[in-house]
């Protein structure tokens, strides 16, 4: 009696293409541009195109435009999506491999700047939900370009509500406040802070392509706070292993 075959996954199969792989590589590490993804896999822009459709029919990626400039658009890997795609994909292979999937939230240190423009809001909320989930263990600052007067109303709102932090007495920081300190990463929210180039020493740099809630209203301001604390989740392991290898260099 034939035995049909086991389906391969779909991440499998989206993961198994060496290009796709490099493409989700990228995308791990920050959101890109169309333009960005061709220069660092070195393949022809509508190869690119191509396999970036087929991980966005796969739920793998989304894209969003660009807050600066509406003519460009950002590419974001969907880290949870993928997470328990992998957990999934190992259990399919055998369910004690199920147990490796798991991301530790424990952070060992380090400094984590978040920026934007206004610094009233995105960079805020990141900063607060940071150092929340960090425990004290990470040193976190949030700037921005052009700071506004006050945090946003809402900003303030949401974190309250929804994370029991307050942020009544926080202050908007200008980026040359913290010119002069040294930070492990270096994350910005904002389209317009990001197309500007600065230079950050040896941090290394992320972009999260996050839209302006204060261009909408209260909800947004939850749903944007909703995806800052789950990709901060992603970034802790992350701020693990830099923090560990730094100690293994220097010990």
């Known amino acids: 009696m034939k035995v049909e075959p086991t389906p391969v996954p779909l991440l499998m199969r989206m993961a198994a293409h060496p290009l796709r792989w490099a493409l989700l590589t990228e995308l791990a590490a920050s959101d890109r541009r169309v333009r960005e993804l061709v220069a660092a896999v070195g393949e022809p822009q509508n190869l690119v195109s191509y396999h970036l459709r087929l991980l966005r029919a796969a739920g793998l990626i989304t894209v969003r435009r660009s807050d600066f400039d509406g003519r460009d658009s950002y590419y974001h890997l969907d880290l949870a999506r993928c997470g328990a795609a992998f ?107 990001r197309e500007v180039p600065r230079d950050h020493g040896s941090a290394r740099t992320a972009h999260w392509s996050l839209p302006d809630p204060a261009a909408a209203g209260y909800p947004e301001f939850r749903r944007v706070a909703e995806e800052i604390d789950l990709r901060n989740r992603f970034l802790l392991p992350l701020l693990t292993t830099t923090t560990r290898s730094v100690d293994h260099v220097e010990h």
């Open 87 to 193: 957990a999934e994909a190992a259990a399919a292979l055998h369910p004690a491999l199920t147990g490796a999937a798991a991301r530790s939230e424990e952070a060992a240190g380090g400094a984590v700047l978040f920026l934007c423009t206004g610094n009233s809001a995105r960079s805020p909320i990141a900063e607060a939900l940071l150092r929340h989930r960090g425990g004290g263990r990470i040193e976190v600052a949030s700037a921005g370009s052009h700071p506004k007067p006050a945090l946003h109303p809402n900003a303030v709102r949401v974190m309250g509500e929804r994370y029991g932090i307050d942020l009544g007495d926080h202050h908007t920081t200008a980026l040359s406040a913290v010119a002069g300190r040294r930070f492990d990463y270096v994350i910005t929210l904002c389209d317009k802070v």
